[in-house]
């Protein structure tokens, strides 16, 4: 199981690797990957079960779990945290905040 | 006289469940409610939003997936909308984006056909929605025309953020109406339950209830209500915690469990007097099933906005083609502005259209559109059609049939659908969207289901009288949306909350004797 969990995280960090561009983690540096399938377990059994027979290919792990890998990421506490971090360095129109009290003035 | 276990039985424990309790447990009664789910958290509060993986799977909005203990399956297999909902203490609130409208004046006076009209006006139910506005906690700005009247209760709006001003100035341009949302959201601080803070039944009319000693039964599945033979019902069979088949009696039964479960148990509810379901001499029960179809646009602005900063559903809406008449349909839409979702939705939605790649783009791909994205959704008004409807199916593990909707949506709804797509489009560009997705009618969103047991003044095509009360059994009340005679073109909870109010004031007014006894 040890020996199939990391061959699944590397498999998962192809799906989604670092990015020092923006700077981000792979996913198994994000995610608990050992937690991940133990969910996956209760959440879906059916394609818990195919993963666990065999490694499978990075196609059919798409196929099979993409949108709970990108749920997972997306959840995790690190990404969120990155993500106010690329807010506060890229947001700039903050002109909109006066603006904003004077134009529910004007409706009232 | 019989002795019975309580004054009051509530079956079901979501808004309208609620508001009904509170409002007769101040006045001194034994109150019961059942409730087949759990207790929950509203999983939207946007500021505190950190769920596990797990919890966030849990709270999905299709019961057919999320295939929680409290859940029954829905077959959807002919419907053209499929349901979303949530089985729980505080009912679909726990995952609602608290979008608190009223309805329009001209919801109540417009008639169906010559025979189908609401049997009530919108001043009958003004108090209750003013009630309502200060109890739950509704945001929002006084002064909007779409109301006769100045709506005084409301905390102060939700801010707008960079994303939408930009759409309320492209309205402005166009010359057309927009207003802040009334939302159901915490924006005062005078209020304990924290800014940010979703108010829901959990968190206002249900902490009031318990309080003043109604007794919660949860995951408690009623199954039946049973009658006697003066057609007067006396109590109800359900399903306990530990799967035990019990009963328990009333002097007076409302029914609260939402436009499809309301109908589910009317309907396994059938006797020898009523073989076609219980209340449903008319044949009513179950028909007319109306969804507020939708149509949505996106647009992709070049700069980031924040535009996922805020509660997604509670910004700034339209009633601009809701009021107007147009010679296209019949009725009319509301065009309400979301926020961007959640970056774990978003980025499902963007990988189902397309536009998330896995690999070496990933990052690329996703911040090409994270935080940059603005939707509308058109809220269509549906007309009632008795085509359209809920029945039983299968027997389920809890002894109660599974409902089947039946659904398919009319050429009115399609043209209205088409009409607000054009219209959000030119919104959009009229902003400075770059790129424009639209499409419609969106499959999952059957939250708002309505008309399942309407209200009427002539029994022969109506559920339930102007009181709530059944035509058939008088100790019987419905308070929730399956009563509504049409649907409007806006959120539906302001409304179920405001009639749950009026017929539980009338419940105390009326049988207040058959109390004391």
Known sequence: MKNLENEYSKLFDELIPDSKEYGFSSFSKSVNVKLFLKDLRRIK???????????ISKREIINLIGYEILEAYFLSKNVLKNLKRYEKKNFFEKKFIRDEIILFKKKQ | MPKYDFDVIIIGGGVAASVAAYNLSKSNLKIACFEQGNYEKNSSNYKKKKLSFFDYKKMNINPNLRKLKSDYLIDDTESDISIANFNALGGSSVLYSAHLP???????????????????????????????????????????????????????????????????KAFDKLNWHWWPSYSGVVTSKKDKRGLGTISEPNNSYW?????????????????????????????????????????????????????????????????????????????????????????????????????????????????????????????????????????????????????????????????????????????????????????????????????????????????????????????????????????????????HIMGTARMGSN?????????????????????DSSIFTSSSGVNPVSTICALSFKISDYIKENYYEKFRK
Not at chain 2, 362 to 373: A, H, P, Q, V
Not at chain 2, 459 to 479: A, R
């Open chain 2, 459 to 479: 029994k022969k095509n109506s559920v339930v009288d102007k009181n709530g009360k059944c035509h058939d059994v008088k100790n019987l009340f419905i308070v």
């Open chain 2, 207 to 447: 902490p009031k209830a318990i309080k003043n000693k109604v007794k919660i039964f949860i995951n408690s599945t009623v199954i039946k209500i049973i009658c006697n033979k003066k057609n007067e019902a006396t109590g109800i069979r359900y399903l306990n915690s530990k799967k035990k088949i019990q009963k328990r009696s009333a002097k007076i039964i409302i029914l609260a469990s939402g436009g499809l479960g309301t109908p589910r148990i009317l309907l396994n509810s059938k006797n020898i007097n009523f073989p076609n379901g219980l209340a449903n001499s008319s044949g009513m029960v179950g028909k007319n099933l109306m969804l507020h179809p939708l149509g949505w646009v996106e647009g992709k602005f070049p700069n980031f906005l924040k535009s996922y900063d805020g509660p997604q559903g509670c910004s700034i809406s339209s009633s601009q083609f809701l009021k107007k008449k147009n010679k296209d349909f019949k009725k009319g839409y509301l065009i309400q502005i979301l926020r961007e979702p959640h970056p774990v939705e978003q980025s499902v939605i963007k990988k189902k259209l397309n536009k998330l790649n896995f690999g070496n783009n990933f990052f690329k791909n996703f911040f090409s559109f994270y935080g940059k994205t603005i939707s509308a959704a058109i809220i269509c008004e549906d007309l009632p059609e008795t085509k359209n409807m809920v029945v039983l199916s299968k027997i389920n593990r809890t002894k109660i049939p599974n409902v089947k909707v039946i659904y398919k949506l009319s050429k009115n709804s399609k043209k209205m659908i088409s009409h607000g797509i054009k219209n959000a489009t030119k919104l959009m560009k009229v902003a400075g969207a770059r790129e424009i997705v639209s499409f419609g009618p969106v499959k999952h969103t059957g939250w």
């Open chain 1, 45 to 55: 059994p059916k394609s818990y079960k195919l993963i666990l027979k065999n490694l």
């Open chain 2, 102 to 168: 009223r309805f329009l004046p001209k919801d109540f006076k417009q008639k169906i056909n010559k025979k189908i009209y609401w049997p009530l006006k919108y001043e009958d139910l003004k108090k209750y929605y003013d009630l309502n506005e200060k109890i739950l906690g509704v945001s929002g700005l006084s002064g909007d025309k779409t109301y006769p009247d100045k709506i005084e209760n409301l905390m102060p709006p939700v801010k707008l953020g960079a994303a939408i001003h930009k759409i309320a």
